[in-house]
């Protein structure tokens, strides 16, 4: 203690109280302005590529422009929203219910597939390959997907080749309005499997097998152990799917373009991501289209935080 | 530490001198004191023949013209429109640019277009088609020289209509609902055979350029002059109930591609474009000779009708060079031939489509070596020219929703076009 105490004086000898403190405030402050400096790329990126363009798209929202010009913005205030949210208009329904139908059937499809494709792939040999065989169509483009299922629903297609086969009159998938949703859903849905099966497997080995040894030891059979100790172990990586896959949902519009080129039959698979395309590239309309690219964004926000509150009252978070 | 501090700064500043620079602005187009002038051109024209007949023409005049370079620049049709926009907005605009008549209205709101000079509307005025004029033309004002100009006329399978015992085209509509009904197809299982007449065309709002074409033929209009409907009267709603019957009858369907599907005898007769033409003497080699051509017909012997869509050259009103761009653009539109006709008459005729110049189609249609050719011609004279007012991209969209619902949902043609009414709106 008394070699202690001596230290202390001899340092404070060589170097003042208030010195000491100005140091290493100073320091602090160089270390801070490193991190900034350092930060720097990745914050001008963010600002370029986010936070302007959503300022951006905030102001056109409030605006008037036919795009082009950037001297012909024109104040608007709220005109577009209240041309966009018309009962009458084609925005609310049949659009938007298409999108929240689109993302909702997918994310569903999509998550219940990748769980019994991830619970079968957990008990296989040679994981390797089937995880990259479910990853495959993540992988491949959106128009080669689109265009193989495509061909696949044509009336002379494998599919209604097969339903022929069965007696089963031929069915448009893509040409009949009630059944070109669904059937976009499908492949949308078989297309994102891959991504949430890889995800699915890492929260399934994160499991501790000794819950599972327990279980069989007090005689649960395989369903009771998915329901108790499966399902419940692997939220936070469901959550995690649901989530990614429904923002995913709800902002796609790729594979509807490549399948349907117009959102048709009568705007049957039209979905917001593409009448805001539309909205702005093809009318010029850069005014509405913010508009509808705003209440999407409030719309993908009140469901994520819906989501993160249900997961949170069963006391789970994303990790 | 400090060492650590100089070393990120330097970072820093590298990476903003990087990526600054990539964010300007800057236009290395313009011509600099005592070069020659640069200008450059862009257009959808990337593919052969298109291509290289465009490329000969400036190549031609680069040589002519040492002092007024030129340089094409090319996107594909599909991405016309957002390349024009976005490189306007971001001040990288062309000086020339070529585009769909249907956007004139669009470009000439937000002031992309220069003034045509007064001596070049005079020739416009006097040497070319009612309808190359009026498919660039917007409201009063000539978007810039007509170009491409196409028409929309009936084709139809000689050997399908001819096996089902009809040796004439359709003259009137009542005879296009039998015969289309009398050549259409189907298995046990509902699929497709021969589909009768087909009512669509690939790409953007298929369903509305065949449904003008009738819509014509009955002396209806889709737009009146101040872009309000004019497609919901007495005469829209008989050209739709006709197409409506033809679903019904299930002798059209929409699930068939006739640009695909014609070719190898699974559509009889089709309502489309005259550059089909060329298109079909490609993918059918010598069964080419099916292929027969005839005006859209009407309800009445005797009428018929057709749609007239145009593209045209204009000069950017951001040009730094707008005389020498009218001055290559009227030499582009205007020098002849050895053929006694004008060199974009020959380019537009040489790829299957009709040249915009009264005086090429007379000359031209002396020496047509296609019979099928001659009514795509004809159509010229009394076609519909394409509105093209601002928002009339938008009413184009709003009847196509109309016309589907008519034909894939059976929906009442006259309340399918209540409803397109209210996706028109006037500006």
């Not at chain 1, 991830?118 to 990853?135: E, H, K, M, T």
Request: a neutral charge; aromatic letters at 8%.
């Amino acid at each position: 203690m008394a070699a202690l105490t001596e230290m202390v004086v001899h340092d404070s000898a060589r170097h003042p109280p208030g010195k000491a403190s100005a140091g290493r405030s100073a320091m602090a402050r160089q270390e801070s302005l490193a991190a900034y400096l350092f930060l720097s790329p990745a914050l001008l990126f963010f600002g370029v590529f986010l936070v302007l363009p959503f300022l951006f798209a905030l102001v056109l929202a409030v605006s008037d422009w036919s795009g082009f010009d950037l001297g012909t913005i024109r104040w608007a205030g709220l005109d577009n929203f209240a041309d966009v949210l018309k009962p009458d208009g084609a925005f609310v329904k049949p659009i938007l219910v298409n999108t929240l139908l689109f993302a909702f059937g997918s994310v569903a499809l999509a998550t219940a597939g990748s769980l019994l494709v991830a619970s079968c792939i957990d008990r296989l040999r040679f994981q390797g390959f089937w995880r990259v065989l479910y990853f495959l169509p993540v992988v491949a483009t959106v128009v080669a997907i689109g265009n193989i299922w495509k061909m696949m629903y044509q009336p002379a297609g494998l599919i209604n080749g097969l339903l022929n086969k069965l007696g089963v009159n031929s069915v448009g998938f893509l040409s009949d309005p009630h059944l070109a949703l669904p059937a976009v859903t499908v492949v949308h849905a078989w297309a994102s499997i891959g991504g949430a099966v890889l995800i699915l497997i890492a929260g399934l080995k994160a499991i501790d097998g000794t819950y599972y040894e327990a279980a069989e030891v007090d005689g649960a059979n395989s369903w009771q152990m998915f329901w108790q100790i499966t399902l419940p172990l692997l939220r936070p990586s469901l959550l995690f799917v649901l989530i990614t896959q429904f923002i995913g949902g709800l902002q796609s519009f790729a594979l509807i373009i490549v399948m349907t080129t117009d959102g048709g039959p009568v705007n049957a698979t039209n979905v917001a991501a593409f009448e805001m395309y539309q909205q702005a590239f093809k009318f010029g309309a850069w005014g509405t289209a913010s508009a509808m690219a705003m209440v999407l964004f409030v719309v993908i926000f009140l469901i994520t935080l819906l989501q993160l509150w249900i997961a949170r009252r069963k006391g789970e978070e994303t990790s | 530490m400090r060492l650590t501090i100089r070393a990120t700064l330097s970072i820093a500043v590298g990476v903003l001198a990087l990526t600054l620079p990539a964010c300007s602005s800057g236009d290395s187009r313009a011509g600099s004191a005592g070069g020659p002038v640069q200008l450059t051109l862009l257009s959808h024209y990337g593919s052969e023949p298109a291509k290289g007949g465009l490329d000969k023409m400036i190549s031609q005049w680069n040589k002519e013209n040492p002092d007024i370079q030129v340089k094409s620049e090319v996107v594909k049709f599909d991405d016309l429109l957002t390349t024009l926009m976005v490189r306007q907005t971001g001040g990288r605009g062309a000086d020339i640019v070529s585009a769909y008549g249907l956007w004139g209205g669009q470009l000439e709101k937000a002031n992309v277009l220069a003034k045509v000079p007064d001596d070049v509307q005079k020739s416009i005025k006097a040497s070319y088609s009612e309808a190359a004029q009026g498919a660039v033309t917007t409201g009063d004002t000539l978007l810039g020289f007509p170009t491409e100009l196409n028409t929309y006329v009936l084709f139809y399978n000689k050997t399908i209509l001819k096996a089902a015992g009809i040796t004439n085209p359709p003259a009137t509509w009542d005879e296009l609902k039998t015969d289309a009904q009398k050549v259409a197809k189907r298995d046990a299982n509902g699929n497709v055979l021969v589909e009768g007449i087909s009512l669509i065309q690939d790409g953007d709002n298929k369903s509305v350029h065949p449904f003008l074409s009738l819509l014509d033929s009955a002396g209806g209009q889709f737009l009146g002059p101040d872009g309000t409907a004019a497609f919901d009267d007495a005469k829209g709603k008989a050209a739709l109930r006709l197409e409506a019957d033809l679903a019904k009858a299930k002798s059209t369907d929409t699930s068939i591609s006739p640009t695909k599907q014609f070719r190898s005898g699974r559509v009889a007769m089709a309502i489309q474009a005259g550059w089909w033409v060329g298109s079909l003497k490609t993918q059918m080699g010598g069964k080419y000779s099916d292929v027969g051509v005839a005006p859209v017909p009407g309800p009445a012997a005797g009428s018929k009708g057709s749609l007239a869509y145009g593209f045209f050259m204009g000069v950017n009103q951001r040009s730094k060079h707008q005389e020498q761009a009218w001055k290559f653009l009227t030499w582009l539109n205007e020098h002849k031939t050895d053929k006694g006709v004008t060199g974009m008459g020959q380019y537009m005729a040489d790829m299957g489509l009709i040249p915009p110049r009264t005086a090429d189609v007379e000359s031209l249609k002396k020496s047509l070596s296609d019979p099928n050719l001659i009514p795509i011609y004809d159509a010229a004279k009394y076609a519909m020219p394409e509105p093209n007012l601002v928002g009339a991209y938008e009413a184009k969209t709003a009847l196509h929703k109309a016309i589907m619902t008519v034909l894939v949902n059976e929906q009442s043609p006259d309340n399918a076009l209540a409803e397109a009414v209210k996706g028109v709106k006037p500006q």
